[in-house]
């Protein structure tokens, strides 16, 4: 019986042929294109730091945990082991977990939770739940996750309705552009890998990494907006793009500013 930590021994292969361009990687473009997660790291406490300096404890661990995700993104698809894939999609549980424990909006707890802390408490056990469950088939982990995105739609759909502020409405439509762009991608490897092998083209889950990184670039500043909303009353947040407005591409971050005004 070959060893959970054996190349090739998870249940899930991706379209990119093995070992095609490196006797060492398994799917080299896969691998290398989880690059995209160090610079999301590093381009959420850089861009945001104003907000880094009020709230550090949970930029610090999301920062620190989305390098971990591309961390064992990139050993998962290296070695395509039994370990790797459950380390890779474990780590993005536990992302999503710690993301919701510390951004997730009070008016939305269920009538049972009183307190942020009962929350932190709420979201602990049933991540630990869904960390063993996730155990059992682990072929089904990822469309479990892609899942959670609908969740996270819906709240931005209901944080929209309540904000004015063309900025953050133009942001969330182009989250939503590069996140239909990424999960088309994502589902185009998994389903049409017989397509895309025909005309020797089977890199589109490395399209997924970047593209869901860059959604996530959008995200984050969204979050980080409504956030300073509820739990900052003393900043008014402002949207600003990285390196100018005039530029075609940008990058969105939030700046603290002047006393909170209601949006």
């Known amino acids: 019986m070959p060893s959970i930590f054996s190349y090739q021994s998870a249940e899930i292969d991706w379209c ?6 490196s ?5 080299y473009y896969n691998t290398i294109s989880n690059v995209s997660f160090f610079i999301l790291s590093a381009a959420l406490l850089y861009l945001n730091r104003q907000y880094c300096q ?3 404890v949970p930029m610090y661990f999301i920062s620190g945990l989305l390098l971990c995700v591309g961390v ?3 050993y998962f698809h290296m070695t395509l082991s039994y370990v790797g894939q459950l380390l890779d999609e474990l780590s993005i ?11 997730y909006p009070k008016v939305y707890f269920p009538r049972c939770i ?3 802390k009962h929350f932190f408490w709420l979201s602990g056990v049933t991540t630990v739940v869904s ?3 996730s155990f059992i088939k682990p072929a089904f982990n990822a469309y479990a996750l892609n899942c959670i995105a609908f ?5 931005t759909w209901c944080e929209l309705k309540k904000c004015n502020d063309k900025r953050v409405h133009r942001m969330a439509a182009a989250m939503v552009v590069w996140w239909a762009l990424a999960i088309t991608s994502w589902l185009s490897d998994r389903w049409l890998c017989w397509l895309w092998q025909a005309i020797s083209f089977p890199y589109f889950h490395s399209f997924w990494h970047v593209l869901i990184a860059v959604s996530l670039l959008y995200c984050f500043p969204l979050v980080i907006y409504f956030d300073v909303n509820y739990e900052m009353p003393t900043f008014k947040p402002k949207l600003g793009y990285w390196p100018s407005d005039s530029w075609p591409v940008v990058v969105p971050y939030v700046a603290l500013e002047e006393p909170h005004k209601q949006c």
């Open 114 to 116: 009183k307190s942020r």
């Open 16 to 21: 990119e042929g093995n070992f095609e361009h």
């Open 54 to 56: 009020q709230r550090a």
């Open 93 to 103: 549980l536990w992302t999503l977990a710690v993301a919701y424990s510390f951004w």
């Open 151 to 155: 969740h996270l739609l819906y709240l």
């Open 131 to 133: 960390t063993l469950m």
């Open 23 to 27: 006797t060492v990687i398994a799917e």
């Open 72 to 74: 064992f993104s990139m």
